[in-house]
C-alpha cells in the first residue's frame, strides 16, 4: 500500500527548464511533507518541507507548492542545473510517527 | 566531521552468512533508523530507536537484529543472509520534535551471492 504516491519516476529536463515531480496523499493525518535530494552513492538529504497551513515554500530555486483539499503536493525546481540531476524523495510525516517515502524520481538536466 | 558514519560502506559475502553493519552519530539525536533502499531505489524503514529503546519494527525478518548500545550507535546483524537481502541500508537519525529531518549516512551497498 503506497501511501505517498510519485510521479513521474523518472524526468529528463534542459538546463535552465522547469522540473516537476508531484506527489499525492492519502492519509490525512500526515502534517509534514519534507522533499529529499539523493545524489548517487550519497544518502538522502533534506532540500526543503513544508506544513500544511501553507500553499507554497520557496528555498532559492526550489519551491514546493501544496495543495491541501487535493492532497497533492509538488517540488519545482526552476532554472534547472546539470548539478541538480539526483533522485528526488517527497515524503509525509504525521506527528511522531514515522516518514512515509514516495518511490523516487531520477532527474537528469542536460546542458 | 561525519554527521552519521556507517561501515562499511561495501560489504560483498555469500549466501549464509552473518554480517553487521555498524551505525554512529556526532549529532546528539535521541532517535536512530536503518532503512533499505532497494534497486527501484525505494527507501523502507526496518526499525527505529529513540534513546535505545525499539519503537519502530516493521515486517523485517527476524534474521535481522538491530542493537543500540547508546543514544549515539546503532548496529544491524543480519543472520543467514539471503539473495533477497542485497541493498543499500542506510542509517539515519533525527531529534525528539515532529518536524526534526532525518540525517543520513552514506549508505553500506550489501551484495549477496
Known amino acids: 500500500q503506497q501511501q505517498v504516491k510519485q510521479s513521474p519516476q523518472s524526468l529528463i529536463v534542459q538546463k535552465g527548464g522547469i522540473s516537476i515531480i508531484n506527489c499525492a496523499y492519502e492519509n490525512t493525518a500526515f502534517d509534514y511533507f519534507p522533499w529529499y535530494q539523493q545524489f548517487p552513492g550519497k544518502g538522502p538529504a533534506l532540500l526543503i518541507a513544508?506544513?500544511?497551513?501553507?500553499s507554497e515554500k520557496k528555498e532559492g530555486r526550489f519551491t514546493i507548492s501544496f495543495n491541501k483539499s487535493a492532497k497533492q503536493f509538488s517540488l519545482h525546481i526552476m532554472d534547472s542545473q546539470p548539478g541538480d540531476s539526483a533522485t528526488y524523495f517527497c515524503a509525509a510525516k504525521g506527528g511522531y510517527q514515522k516518514v512515509t517515502f514516495g518511490i523516487g524520481t531520477k532527474l537528469q538536466v542536460i546542458p | 566531521d561525519t554527521a552519521v558514519s556507517q561501515t562499511p560502506k561495501y560489504l560483498v559475502t555469500q549466501m549464509g552468512n552473518d554480517k553487521s553493519i555498524k551505525c554512529e552519530q556526532n549529532l546528539g539525536h535521541d532517535t536512530m533508523y536503518w532503512y533499505k533502499q532497494d534497486s527501484k531505489k525505494f527507501l523502507k524503514i526496518m526499525f527505529s530507536y529513540n534513546n535505545k529503546e525499539l519503537i519502530i519494527n516493521e515486517t523485517v525478518p527476524n534474521r535481522f537484529s538491530p542493537k543500540s548500545p547508546d543514544k549515539a550507535h546503532l548496529n544491524l546483524h543480519i543472520n543467514s543472509l539471503e539473495l533477497g537481502d542485497s541493498a543499500v541500508y542506510f542509517c539515519?537519525?533525527?531529534?525528539?520534535?515532529?518536524?526534526?529531518?532525518?540525517?543520513f549516512g552514506n549508505g553500506t551497498r550489501l551484495t549477496v551471492t
Open positions: 539515519a537519525s533525527s531529534q525528539g520534535y515532529r518536524d526534526s529531518p532525518l540525517h
Open positions: 513544508i506544513r500544511p497551513d501553507v
